[in-house]
């Protein structure tokens, strides 16, 4: 067994058989997502390096300490991606920590999740098993798809050691169109355009004064020149789409509390303390809001048809980040982290109080 994952197998065994919770930390950068974890450190980032990578294939193995940079610049120079563009926070982000967040960026709505591009991963468990489930072909799972389980679950239910993916190549043609437009007017455009063949990618408006649609087209330079012809708008190269990416965008400045409505795309403009940042074609609504008001916010998801999560929270103590689960997802939840982690060790807190 190679050495950096025999230490954590060790520090996992002992941390089980004392009762011990250990806090699963990657790089750190998506640290304010979710309750602090409390217990000791189990940091991943001895767990680094590309275990194997076919370009033809468009498959990479890697461990899930590694740097998300070093990934995403290997895929570069063989002109491929990671088409969910997830986001960084920081420039410690880490593929295990990709994956355990399960956050995506602006094209989320149009290529899929990082759910969609996980084929298999490698973990450790509650017990310090080491588990494999998945592999590196799309068709690889009979029964339950435990490998996509664990994105998005914050290292509630294990250790997550190394990650195979499928990877994209790059689009051969770009482009960003600017419509200035009301929020209203934006939605209504976005649903209609989601019914045509256009290359769309992504979207975001911002509700700077009567407000701007960004819409971003991906593909073949013959569909994307025509697109920009049949759409109209004003072609524009000085959107920052890393900056939407990573929050660094002027409206995310001085959020002290950050909410995340997912809605479906065809829901109507809300009726929100402020405008929002919309982004996904209009499946994801960014609300600056304190934390107080999170049970009217949950209310106005839920009507909508959708959910609403507290982002980022001023008060590193505040309680109820996710959405609350019905009791039978609950139980379900319950059960998968009692057989993934009997002894409740792993990241405890950090999703829902029970797990």
Known sequence: MDPALARLVDRVRAASAAGTPLAIRGGGTKDFYGKPAGGEPLATGELRGIVSYEPSELVVTVRAGTPLAELEELLAERGQCLP????????????????????????????????????????????????????????????????????????????????????????????TLRFAMPQDLALRQLNAWGGQPLPLNASLWLPDGGGTLFLRLRGAVAAVDAACRSLGGERTTDFDWDA??????????????????????????????????????????????????????????????????????????????????????????????????????????????EA
């Not at 609300?287 to 929270?313: M, N, Q, Y």
């Not at 019905?326 to 982290?337: D, M, T, Y």
Request: charged content about 20%.
């Open 84 to 175: 969910f563009e997830p986001p960084h926070f920081g420039p410690g982000a880490t593929v295990g920590g990709m994956v355990a967040s399960g956050l995506s960026g602006p094209a989320r709505a149009s290529v899929g999740s990082v759910r969609d591009y996980v084929l298999g991963l490698q973990l450790v468990n509650g017990r310090a098993e080491q588990l494999v489930f998945g592999g590196q072909v799309m068709k690889n799972v009979a029964g339950y798809d435990v490998s996509r389980l664990m994105v998005g679950a914050l290292g509630t239910l294990g250790l997550i050691t190394e990650v195979s993916l499928k990877v994209l190549p790059r689009a051969p043609a770009e482009a």
């Open 244 to 353: 939407c990416r990573e929050q660094r965008l002027p409206w995310f400045e001085g959020a002290r509390d950050l909410w995340r409505l997912s809605v479906p795309q065809t829901a109507p403009v809300l009726d929100l303390p402020q405008p929002p940042l919309v982004e996904w074609h209009g499946a994801q609504r960014w609300v600056r809001a304190p934390a107080s008001e999170g049970a009217a916010l949950r209310a106005l998801a839920a009507k909508a048809g959708g959910h609403a999560t507290l982002f980022r929270a001023a008060d590193a103590a505040s309680t109820g980040r996710q959405a609350p689960l019905a009791p039978a997802l609950l139980a379900i939840q319950r059960e998968l982290k009692r057989q993934f982690d009997p002894a409740g060790i792993f990241n405890r807190g950090r999703l829902f109080p």
